[in-house]
């Protein structure tokens, strides 16, 4: 007699990049205040899963804090570099952060 064993699929194991979470801070200078860029943040930290906070500096710039993992936070860090449309970053100063406990992304 003739026994058949299932197999389960295997899954492909998540990278390192993909499950260690971390926190970025972010200050983003240039014309960045009054073009949509907070919006801009908080609509794209929406769709990468990230958590945190972004808020306009009373010296110009946009600060920014996330967390989640490395893969998202570089993608958000792609993100800030473009900005929106009306935009114009000429830089993006990036710093690790302490890890918050946060549930969802705001503008402050």
């Known amino acids: 007699m003739l026994k058949t064993f299932l197999i389960p699929p295997l899954r492909p194991v998540p990278s390192r990049q993909q499950t260690e979470i971390g926190a970025r801070t972010w200050f983003v200078s240039g014309h960045v205040q009054g073009v949509g860029f907070r919006w801009f943040v908080t609509r794209r930290a929406g769709e990468i899963g990230v958590s945190g906070w972004v808020r ?4 110009g710039r946009v600060q920014v804090y996330a967390v989640g ?3 998202q936070l570089d993608r958000l860090a792609a993100f800030l570099h473009q900005g929106p449309p009306h935009a114009h ?3 993006v100063e990036q710093q690790e952060s302490p890890v918050q406990q946060l549930n969802s992304f705001q503008s402050r």
Do not use: W, Y
Request: net charge negative; aromatic share 0%.
């Open 56 to 59: 306009n500096e009373d010296d």
């Open 69 to 71: 993992n490395t893969d």
């Open 89 to 91: 970053v000429r830089g």
